[in-house]
DNA sequence: ATCTTATTGCAATTTAGTTGCATTTATATA
DNA sequence: TATATAAATGCAACTAAATTGCAATAAGAT
C-alpha cells in the first residue's frame, strides 16, 4: 500500500525542496511548474510524499497549506514534542525552527499531535 | 473608527457564542444564520466583533477559520503567551485551552504572535 | 517485451472567502 | 420626535484553493 514511484513529477518537486530549505506553499509550487505538471498532480504527489514522511506540512495563517523537508515526527518518543514554524509577515516565507515545543498534558483532553505557528519578522526584513 | 453598533445581526452572532463556551467556525455560523442573514454579513460581523476584542480568531488543521469568546490578548503583558486551541479529530469541535505557552526567543527572529493548534480527541469522544 | 496498476492530465465542480454597489438601519443631534 | 449621516446589510458576481471522475499514460515488476 502506498508505494511512491519516481516519476518525473516526484523527481521535480524534491528537487524544489532540495534547492530551498525554506517552507514551500502548495500555491507556489503549482506556480513553479505550471509548465511541467498539472496542479492537480502537485496536490497528489505532496500527498504521497507527506504519507511517505518524506515531506510535512502545516497551515500558514492565511489557511494555505505548507510543505517542508522531513517527517513530522523526526525525533520520534514523544508525540507532543513537535518543532514550531515560523511565518513572516513581511516577505511570507516560512521554515521550520529546530525546537522542541512542550504542551503539558491537559486534563479530559488527549493530544496526538501539535501544530505551533511563530509570526513575526525573519533576519532579512529586520532592516 | 470602528464604532460598533448593535444590530440584530450582531446579537444573533453573540448569542451563538454565549450557548456556546466552544470555538464556532465560520460555515457552522452561516449554516446556523442561513435564513436570518447573508453569509457576507457573518463575515462581516465576526471581523468587527474581533477588532472589537469581543471575539477571537484562528485557523484549524483545515484552514477554516474559527472564533471564540474573549480578545487575543486577554492577559496582555508578554505577547508570546498566546493560549492554545484544541481540536477535536472525532467530533470536529474545538475550544479554547486557559493555559500559557512560553516560546523561547529564537535568534534572528522577531516573532509578534503564535498560534498554537492542539489536536486530539476530546472527553466526550473517549469512549 | 508485456502486464499491472500507480500516476497523471484535464475539465468540471465544490467551497471558502472577497468585492462593489445600491439599500437599509442604528444612532447622534436638533 | 423628526432628520441627518454614516455604519451596516443584502445581493450578485467574482476569485482562488482544493477536490473529483475518468480516460490516458508510464513506472517497475515479471
Ligand atoms: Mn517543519
Ligand atoms: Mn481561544
Ligand atoms: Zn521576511
Ligand atoms: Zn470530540
Same mark, same amino acid.
Given at each position: 500500500?502506498?508505494?511512491? +514511484?519516481?516519476? =518525473? @513529477? *516526484? +523527481? &521535480?518537486?524534491?528537487? $524544489?525542496?532540495?534547492? /530551498?530549505?525554506d517552507a514551500?506553499s502548495? %500555491?507556489?509550487?503549482?506556480?513553479?511548474?505550471? =509548465?511541467?505538471?498539472?496542479?492537480?498532480? %502537485? !496536490? +497528489? %504527489?505532496?500527498?504521497?510524499?507527506?504519507?511517505?514522511?518524506? &515531506?510535512?506540512?502545516? *497551515?500558514g495563517?492565511?489557511?494555505? =497549506?505548507r !510543505? $517542508?523537508?522531513?517527517?513530522? /515526527?523526526? /525525533?520520534?518518543?514523544?508525540? &507532543?514534542?513537535?518543532? #514550531?514554524h515560523f511565518l513572516c509577515?513581511?516577505?511570507g516565507t516560512s521554515s521550520?525552527? #529546530?525546537?522542541?515545543?512542550?504542551? #503539558?498534558?491537559?486534563?479530559?483532553?488527549?493530544? =496526538?499531535? @501539535?501544530?505551533?505557528?511563530?509570526?513575526?519578522?525573519?533576519?532579512?526584513?529586520?532592516?
Open positions: 500500500m502506498s508505494i511512491i +514511484r519516481k516519476t =518525473k @513529477s *516526484v +523527481r &521535480l518537486i524534491l528537487s $524544489a525542496f532540495n534547492d /530551498n530549505k514551500i502548495i %500555491v507556489e509550487l503549482i506556480n513553479k511548474f505550471n =509548465k511541467k505538471m498539472n496542479k492537480t498532480t %502537485v !496536490y +497528489r %504527489v505532496l500527498e504521497r510524499l507527506e504519507k511517505s514522511s518524506i &515531506l510535512h506540512s502545516f *497551515v495563517k492565511d489557511g494555505l =497549506k !510543505y $517542508a523537508k522531513g517527517g513530522k /515526527n523526526s /525525533n520520534s518518543k514523544k508525540i &507532543l514534542n513537535s518543532h #514550531p509577515e513581511d516577505c521550520c525552527i #529546530p525546537i522542541d515545543i512542550i504542551i #503539558p498534558s491537559i486534563p479530559n483532553y488527549t493530544i =496526538k499531535t @501539535s501544530e505551533h505557528l511563530l509570526i513575526g519578522q525573519c533576519k532579512n526584513c529586520l532592516s
